[in-house]
């Protein structure tokens, strides 16, 4: 039978942290957030706050559930010890390096009970290398959420290679009774499955801009009107089937070799970053961020990704 989890330590309170945190909150656990300082954790809470009143709007609380309801679900602590030893599952969302992480897992084990679950939010780490560094390394998982954490549904859960069974089972579970869609990853392989897809299609549209072929708008409104909106609904692998795959195999005999097959970051995305235009949070990438357009974009992708998680919701 699987434990029951009651009570949740969210480690780090930044862009993924605080998320990550508000979304057990919401779900009806006790959260034991920690980070560095005081002033971190209060950021962190003021973030989650912000972020509860735009669910609260979108009628994403249980119902009788208050902002004040959410947060009072949330504590926050400066050390790892009070943070985690009541703790059933640990989520981390720290800085994203190999040492930093094998540093505070071995700490979170001297103070965490001995049947509590460890999952860490890397990115593209190896969760065989930092599971390596613990004396129950079964315990220890990858639950990779998408950013915004509260608004994307995917968890990527994801095993070293000593990493149990009923880790895996147990946090896909977790994940699903917080109302996400987690997907269960055979093994680990650098940027898991959503990575590696999104570096693809990122490899080729840069490589579309260089070859002078369609600019940054266009291909994101090819983007956005077909395999956004069809991927939305059926996935790739679906989608070729509905094609047929006997098209996709003629396809695939000719385009593969126009298409860029690089190793190296494209020279566009790389002149990008040697000039420090990277994107919203400099104001400047291949769009312009600072003006009101750039403010309309993100307001009204918040707005929908809120419509379609209260929609998926009143679905379930
Ligand atoms: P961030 O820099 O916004 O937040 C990191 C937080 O961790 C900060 O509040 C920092 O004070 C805290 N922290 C650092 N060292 C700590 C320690 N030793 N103990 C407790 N707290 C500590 O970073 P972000 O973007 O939230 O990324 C965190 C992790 O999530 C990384 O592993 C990253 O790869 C992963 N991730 C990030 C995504 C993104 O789009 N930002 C998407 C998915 C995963």
Redesign the pocket.
Known sequence: MAREIQTIAN???????HATALQFAVAGYPVHL???TRE?LDA?MARIRADAESFEEAGLLAPGDTVDDVLARISTHTDYESGVKNADFIIE????KLE?KQQ?WQEIERYAPADAIFAT???GLSPTAIQSVLKHPERFVVA????PAHLMPLVEVVPGESTAEETVGETFALMERIGKKPAKIRKESLGFVGNRLQLAVLREAFNIMNEGIADAETIDTVVKYSLGRRWNLVGPIASADLGGLDVFYNISTYLFNDMDNGTEPSPLLEAKVENGELGAKTGKGFYEWTGESGKAIIRDCDRHLLQALAEDNSAR
């Open positions: 480690i780090g309170s930044g862009t993924m942290g920690v980070d560095c971190l962190g969302s720290i800085v994203e930093v505070v939010n890397t990115s990779h959420f998408w950013n």
